[in-house]
């Protein structure tokens, strides 16, 4: 009787024991929980009292006209390394001035990686990183002394990483990204189809939070027009004036790690340049192919053309998609 009363009251201990375990993990978490947005609180208050300091310590004088500048970009966040330690050290090896490259691939886009890293290569460019979304991906950079990162298992990018292709891969990196901007690093976010011709570093103004390329091709489409209608049989409605203004294309754009920058990530070369024979003596700093569909062949051309002296790499395609 005594040994089935001692296992009885074993039982009930360890039932007791694995209770106030669960109980005590529940508060803890829940502690944590109010820890981490206390301090994102904190933050954003300390961030909101650096940029009214700003604001208010340095005040000017109105200078000449054409000479005034607004403030258009945010002050910085606290870096919070806490977040992604591991990315937080390759960052540190890889990133110049707290700045970095950064593409998103996996196995189906393995050819065009190839030309993109070979690029950055040869122009020079030492800051930039691969996001691997698969194993093979990780292998084949190491393999070609590329930086990379492999990402760690997270069940709602995978699905896509695994089976998506070039533009469902590139629709993944405001989540990614993210991370980067946590650990206070600018980045300058490409897709695997943009060609390297310059070092894109030393072009950016760096005066916003966001600069971002643009899908216009001259100076009008790229920055926005009027242009008006003459209907004479709309009687007087008969003129009509529109503004038009191209988008910005987030296939390469450079963001800063800043508390605005963070909540947005929270919520055409073959056709027109090829044929204008001043514009093809200009040497772009990044050529994206954006609109064809037979990328791989078309990134070939591209260096053909700007890096090889290649002046007929261009001309066999049309400019639509066949």
Not at 38 to 67: R, Y
Not at 251 to 279: A, H, M, N, Q
Request: contains cysteine; glycine residues 6%; negative net charge.
């Amino acid at each position: 009787m005594c040994i089935v009363s001692s296992e009885c009251e074993s039982t009930e201990r360890i039932n007791a024991l694995k209770s106030d375990v669960q109980s005590v993990k529940e508060k803890n978490y829940e502690l944590k929980r109010k820890v981490r947005n206390l301090m994102e609180k904190l933050l954003q208050a300390e961030q909101g009292k650096g940029h009214a300091q700003e604001q208010v310590v340095k005040k000017q004088k109105v200078g000449p006209f054409g000479t005034v500048k607004g403030l258009r970009k945010n002050p910085t966040v606290v870096p919070d390394e806490s977040v992604n330690p591991r990315l937080a050290k390759i960052l540190e090896k890889v990133a110049i001035n707290k700045e970095i490259i950064v593409v998103l691939a996996n196995e189906n886009v393995m050819e065009m990686l190839k030309v993109w890293f070979t690029n950055i290569k040869r122009v020079g460019i030492p800051n930039y990183l691969v996001v691997a979304l698969d194993d093979k991906i990780d292998e084949f950079c190491k393999s070609n002394d590329v930086p990379v990162y492999r990402r760690d298992p997270d069940a709602s990018v995978d699905k896509i990483a695994k089976t998506g292709g070039n533009h469902d891969v590139s629709g993944l990196k405001f989540r990614v990204l993210r991370e980067f901007l946590q650990l206070g690093y600018g980045v300058l976010s490409s897709d695997v189809d943009i060609v390297y011709l310059q070092n894109p570093f030393d072009h950016l103004y760096r005066d916003s939070d966001v600069e971002s390329m643009s899908d216009g091709h001259d100076y009008e489409t790229a920055y926005g027009f009027d242009e008006s209608f003459d209907e004479p049989e709309m009687g007087w409605s008969r003129y009509a004036l529109t503004i038009r203004i191209w988008v910005y294309n987030s296939g390469f754009f450079y963001i800063r790690p800043t508390l605005p920058s963070t909540e947005l990530l929270d919520r055409v070369l073959f056709k027109t340049v090829r044929k204008d024979d001043e514009l093809k003596k200009l040497k772009p700093v990044v050529v994206h192919l954006n609109y064809h569909p037979d990328k791989y062949e078309r990134m070939e051309a591209v260096i053909d053309f700007y890096v090889n002296g290649k002046q007929d790499a261009l001309d066999g395609f049309p400019d639509g998609s066949e």
